[in-house]
């Protein structure tokens, strides 16, 4: 009777956790609710946002600049989550990645992690869920078609979610 009580203590406490984690898990946002506005890859790598919606404390966003391979990121790159502390992003703010090669530095919030862009057949995709398999992709970037790898069952759109700098 102990061992069922044990086993019925455990599986509460991993639902329970499983449903913060849900709440927690950036649902809300949408396709297109950021999108890139720059990409930056000298001495100082970066890249800037700007959001259409409300980002509520708590938000959690990575961003990767793997290439997609139409089910998931490779692993041969690298990736940064960006984390809205404590309070709500407005609408239309522009947020910056800067020193994404170093010491990341984010102009709201915390970044954590680093990213070493290339000049060439890179790409810079923003999604929430684990690193390497993502919930939901909600835009990209890159300064070469190339470097997206593919954007087969992103739902994202060239020029309008998924957008080339030249």
């Not at 509520?56 to 998931?72: A, C, M, Q, V, Y």
């Not at 407005?90 to 862009?117: C, D, E």
């Not at 057949?121 to 470097?147: H, Q, V, W």
Request: hydrophobic fraction near 40%.
């Amino acid at each position: 009777m102990k061992e069922h009580k044990v086993v019925f203590v455990l599986v509460l406490l991993i639902t329970s956790l499983l449903v913060v984690e849900i709440k927690s898990n950036d649902n809300y946002l949408k396709i297109g609710d950021i999108s890139f506005t720059s990409m930056k890859s000298a001495n100082s790598d970066g890249f800037s946002i700007i959001t259409s919606v409300n980002l509520l404390p708590g938000t959690k966003i990575r961003f990767t600049d793997s290439e997609w391979n139409g089910n998931h990121f490779g692993f041969d790159e690298s990736d940064i989550l960006w984390e809205i502390e404590n309070d709500t992003i407005k609408a239309n703010s522009v947020i910056k990645f800067t020193n994404l090669n170093s010491i990341p530095l984010v102009s709201s919030g915390k970044v954590y992690g680093s990213m070493r862009i290339s000049k060439n057949n890179e790409a810079i995709f923003a999604y929430t869920g684990n690193e390497r398999m993502p919930i939901k992709i909600l835009s990209a970037c890159a300064n070469d078609e190339m470097g997206f790898g593919t954007l087969i069952n992103t739902k994202l759109t060239k020029g309008t979610t998924a957008i080339i700098f030249q």
